[in-house]
């Protein structure tokens, strides 16, 4: 702004541009120190808030910028055949991709730091809100969903978004078209494509496994987690990449439990690394074919 003059004695809602209720969810952190990570409208970018109250009732705030689109740069490609887009806490666009733009009608800065409300998205978005909430509220930790939609099979994901301290500060979500039809093989193996694509480009380090412990892919992530090319991961089991022997009964110890009794497996487990060790959370799903194996 051009002076203080057009900042001093105005609302702080309104010289940032988002709601009082917006305000008043804020999460104290410590005595009359509270923090909230949010896409505000006026300064055009998703910033961690933090709000300090003093003993006369002043509060102070301060605003560091998270650079939402280094760390989850899959989300400003247009080259998807995919609608793609990352929310703040509160349900503002912080970033979508062309698709989305030409879904809704609308170019990317009249959608940025919207509520679907405000620009009256409908075509199923109205169900992501209610996917997104359970998120948030963490009563599930991923959503991915296959639905009949418009005359066509539509897959459908949503993810939190976490800062380097695990805190959910958003959502990402994107829906693929054209590639889905869940009943036949050649469906199936489209659409795992149109997967890896995607989750190449994720900050997250993933892998899948075969039945027998061969991996059949992993990400750049999981490679650089390993400190290994992943080329000589994918086509390998665990005792092939010079885990320790009880790393590796570790491991198929996990794997069988998902496998037997189809359940979610999760651990948490010291890896012993050249770049600096590391403590991380290992979430192990059943993978299924299109027969339901």
Not at 151 to 163: A, E, L, Y
Not at 168 to 191: A, H, L, Q
Not at 242 to 251: A, F, P
Request: hydrophobic share 35%; charged share 35%.
């Amino acid at each position: 702004m051009e002076s203080e003059d057009t900042i001093l004695n105005k609302d702080v809602c309104e010289i940032l541009g988002i709601s009082k209720d917006e305000i008043e969810l804020f999460d104290e952190v410590s005595n009359n120190n509270f923090t909230r990570y949010q896409y505000v409208c006026n300064l055009k970018d998703i910033y961690k808030v933090t709000l300090n109250i003093d003993k006369y009732d002043n509060f102070y705030m301060w605003f560091q910028v998270y650079h939402v689109s280094s760390n989850y740069n899959l989300l400003i490609q247009n080259n998807l055949k995919a609608i793609i887009w990352t929310k703040d806490i509160n349900g503002r666009y912080i970033k979508v991709n062309r698709n989305f733009e030409e879904l809704v009608g609308m170019p990317k800065g009249e959608i940025i730091g919207k509520k679907n409300k405000e620009l009256e998205i409908h075509n199923g978005f109205e169900h992501m809100e209610e996917y997104e909430k359970l998120i948030l509220d963490k009563k599930e930790d991923a959503i991915e969903k296959i639905i009949f939609e418009d005359n066509k099979w539509v897959s459908i994901f949503i993810h939190p978004m976490i800062d380097e301290d695990k805190n959910v500060i958003g959502t990402y979500g994107f829906k693929i078209y054209d590639y889905v039809n869940s009943k036949t093989p050649i469906g199936i193996e489209n659409r795992n494509k149109m997967l890896e694509i995607i989750v190449d480009n994720l900050p997250i380090p993933i892998f899948y496994k075969d039945v027998q412990g061969v991996y059949l892919y992993c990400n750049e992530a999981f490679g650089e987690l390993l400190e290994l090319d992943r080329k000589k991961i994918i086509g390998k089991k665990d005792y092939d990449l010079n885990l320790k022997e009880e790393k590796i009964i570790e491991y198929r110890e996990a794997d069988n439990k998902v496998i037997k009794h189809k359940i979610t497996n999760v651990n948490e487990d010291f890896m012993e690394r050249n770049s600096g060790d590391k403590y991380v959370e290992i979430t192990k799903v059943p993978l299924w074919d299109y027969r339901k194996k």
